[in-house]
């Protein structure tokens, strides 16, 4: 018998079928034995009546216990439909069970929401928490996002490449994370916190439409929307200008979220630029939503450009406001060449915000070596450390690279506003807790004195700080 899948069952009635799953929700009616099953699919109620062959065996049955069941689907009484459920039409009427695993009660309970669970304990059992209808839900909605991206990606003659996960440590605006090497004692690698610069050097490649599904690792200070670890749709575009890239960009997300059944507010999106948005709503990510369409869901996209190139930094010299790589605009190539009038520079960035959260920024970048030093020289950066640093992207920029650009996407962020959810660890299989922790496993934790010995390492803090 070939296995059926529960949302299958109310097209199956007067069938004998095999279902697989999980034992939700036991509850005995006299001397019926009712229980619901649940697989990926959803919950179907199974009886086992005292006639059944099944009968003893379905007495011994436990929530969350693994089962292989073989029943007749049978049509509901009118009256006692479930509309509230798709499968509220039929129930499986047991004639054999089998136990396939059985299970401990639970350390948390899987109904509801779980928002009032302690978070070391959801983070703990995630594997259970994720059984949660509304975290099926979410990872399956992202899923699909990511799905879609996809597609409208490959049909738009884009590859996907993977980058390096150990790599150089490079300033990007946060804190890198690092890998001790075992074979360079001393010297350490960075985990990415973007594929920024390879993903420019694809360009020089010749690859001309690249996307990834980047992990990216900062070590930032934790919040409700920021961990250690999000995932990009990050992707780069030869022979493009801005408003091409925009527009393309803008042509992704409305085809994959109206697809999803989204509604938008506004296409195509608004383009604001970034003094204005901080002269009308105080801040470069705003909500354009009223009360109404926040109540519906509706998604108010909107693009922010025309930020300043760069800011002032604590020393009172400059650093970059978004990405060091960038090209500026037109307008702004003598003052950036010449050093000029740097406040005024303006950034090629797009940052693309919706319902008050960035979900995404990019740029059209410097592809000549003189533009990125330029940049590089008003930040304060003498030759040596522009050699010692951006030396190789300098180097790559002498061999023809291309006009460029491209944006990256957080995937996290852009499915907590599908799904209406306020933390990223809602929409991220394995998060990390608030403190910094992970899943599941234990981590960080100390390792062996020969794995220390191995990589050339000593610990120096007081046993008593842990
Ligand atoms: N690398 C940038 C970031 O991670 C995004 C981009 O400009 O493509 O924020």
């Known amino acids: 018998m070939e296995r059926t899948l529960i949302k299958e069952t109310p097209e199956r009635?007067?069938?004998?079928?095999?279902?697989?799953?999980?034992?939700?929700?036991?509850?005995?009616?006299?001397?019926?034995?009712?229980?619901?099953?649940?697989?990926?699919?959803?919950?179907?109620?199974?009886?086992v009546t005292p006639k059944s062959a099944a009968y003893e065996e379905a007495n011994k049955l436990r929530d969350e216990w693994v089962i292989r069941v073989v029943a007749e689907i049978k049509a509901r009484p009118e009256k006692m439909i479930n509309e509230g459920l798709s499968t509220g039409t039929v129930e499986?009427?047991?004639?054999?069970?089998?136990?396939?695993?059985?299970?401990?009660?639970?350390?948390?309970?899987?109904?509801g929401d779980g928002m009032d669970i302690d978070?070391?304990?959801?983070?703990?059992?995630?594997?259970?928490?994720?059984?949660?209808?509304?975290?099926?839900?979410?990872?399956?909605?992202?899923?699909?996002?990511?799905?879609?991206?996809?597609?409208?990606?490959?049909?738009?003659?884009?590859?996907?490449?993977?980058?390096?996960?150990?790599?150089k440590s490079t300033a990007e605006g946060s804190r890198d994370f690092v890998v001790p090497s075992r074979l360079h004692k001393g010297k350490?690698?960075?985990?990415?916190?973007?594929?920024?610069?390879?993903?420019?050097?694809l360009m020089t490649a010749g690859f001309e439409r690249y996307f990834q599904l980047a992990r990216c690792i900062r070590d930032e200070d934790l919040r409700a929307d920021r961990g250690f670890e999000h995932t990009q749709i990050d992707m780069?575009?030869?022979?493009?200008?801005?408003?091409?890239?925009?527009?393309?960009?803008?042509?992704?997300?409305?085809t994959v979220v109206e697809a999803m059944g989204y509604k938008i507010k506004e296409k195509p999106f608004p383009r604001i630029s970034y003094k204005t948005a901080i002269n009308e709503?105080?801040?470069?990510?705003?909500?354009?939503?009223?009360?109404?369409?926040k109540q519906d869901g509706v998604l108010a996209f909107a693009w922010v450009t025309d930020f300043p190139f760069f800011e002032k930094a604590d020393d009172g010299g400059y650093t970059f406001s978004h990405n060091p790589f960038s090209a500026v605009m037109p307008e702004s190539l003598d003052d950036l060449l010449k050093g000029e009038n740097v406040e005024n520079i303006i950034s090629s960035q797009y940052d693309l915000v919706c319902n008050g959260f960035e979900v995404g920024g990019g740029s059209i970048r410097a592809h000549r070596a003189d533009w990125l030093e330029a940049a590089l020289k008003i930040m304060g950066m003498d030759e040596e450390k522009i050699q010692k640093d951006y030396g190789h992207m300098l180097e790559a920029f002498k061999y023809g690279t291309p006009p460029h650009g491209g944006i990256a996407h957080g995937v996290e962020r852009m499915i907590m506003i599908l799904s209406g959810e306020e933390y990223l660890r809602e929409?991220?299989?394995?998060?990390?807790?608030?403190?910094?922790?992970?899943?599941?496993?234990?981590?960080?934790?100390?390792?062996?004195?020969?794995?220390?010995?191995?990589?050339?390492?000593?610990?120096?803090?007081?046993?008593?700080?842990?």
């Open 13 to 47: 009635i007067g069938e004998k079928v095999e279902l697989f799953g999980w034992v939700d929700s036991r509850r005995d009616h006299g001397k019926l034995i009712f229980f619901d099953i649940r697989d990926r699919s959803g919950i179907v109620q199974a009886v």
């Open 92 to 111: 499986a009427a047991i004639s054999e069970l089998e136990v396939l695993n059985e299970s401990e009660t639970p350390p948390l309970p899987l109904k």
């Open 119 to 167: 978070e070391d304990v959801r983070l703990k059992y995630r594997y259970l928490d994720l059984r949660r209808e509304r975290l099926q839900k979410n990872i399956k909605l992202r899923s699909e996002f990511v799905d879609r991206c996809r597609q409208f990606l490959f049909e738009r003659d884009f590859s996907e490449i993977e980058t390096p996960m150990l790599t």
């Open 188 to 201: 350490f690698f960075a985990l990415p916190q973007s594929p920024q610069q390879y993903k420019q050097l």
């Open 236 to 254: 780069e575009v030869s022979f493009v200008d801005r408003d091409e890239f925009m527009k393309m960009d803008e042509e992704m997300i409305t």
């Open 281 to 293: 709503y105080g801040g470069d990510k705003f909500d354009l939503r009223n009360e109404a369409e």
């Open 427 to 466: 929409v991220q299989a394995f998060p990390q807790s608030s403190s910094g922790r992970t899943s599941v496993m234990n981590a960080p934790e100390p390792i062996s004195d020969d794995q220390l010995k191995e990589l050339g390492l000593k610990i120096d803090i007081k046993k008593d700080k842990e």
